[in-house]
Nanobody, 127 residues
Framework: QVQLVESGGGLVQTGGSLRLSCVLSGDILRNYAMGWFRQTPVKDREFVGTISWSGDNAHYSDSVKDRFTISRDNAKNTLYLQMNSLKPEDTAVYYC????????????????????WGQGTQVTVSS
């Protein structure tokens, strides 16, 4: 059974940085395209970024582009989200997700494209 576990969330000041990690167990990470999403109590789950199985291709939402970077270490079965220049509006619960579509070759922005989800990690950016 595939499981995803995020870590690395916390409280940071505006302009600060955090790196989130997501460890996949029950399978090998290279079988999946991966994504990050976020959600607040007043907003629907929002796409943040996605990365192909090899890590060669990534795509980001306009709201985080040039500030966030997704990477993956397939040997460690771990996905990362490096978040720089954080803003209060980045405050949310962040979720990683795994997609089996197209054997992980694509980039997927819709939550329905993903088969497995982590439990989430809270990121709070203070102003």
């Amino acid at each position: 059974q595939v499981q995803l576990v995020e870590s690395g969330g916390g409280l940071v000041q505006t302009g600060g940085s955090l790196r989130l990690s997501c460890v996949l167990s029950g399978d090998i990470l290279r079988n999946y395209a991966m994504g990050w999403f976020r959600q607040t109590p007043v907003k629907d789950r929002e796409f943040v970024g996605t990365i192909s199985w090899s890590g060669d291709n990534a795509h980001y939402s306009d709201s985080v582009k040039d500030r966030f970077t997704i990477s993956r270490d397939n040997a460690k079965n771990t996905l990362y989200l490096q978040m720089n220049s954080l803003k209060p509006e980045d405050t949310a619960v962040y979720y990683c997700a795994a997609s089996t579509l197209d054997y992980g070759l694509g980039l997927y922005t819709g939550s329905r494209d993903y088969d497995y989800w982590g439990q989430g990690t809270q990121v709070t950016v203070s102003s």
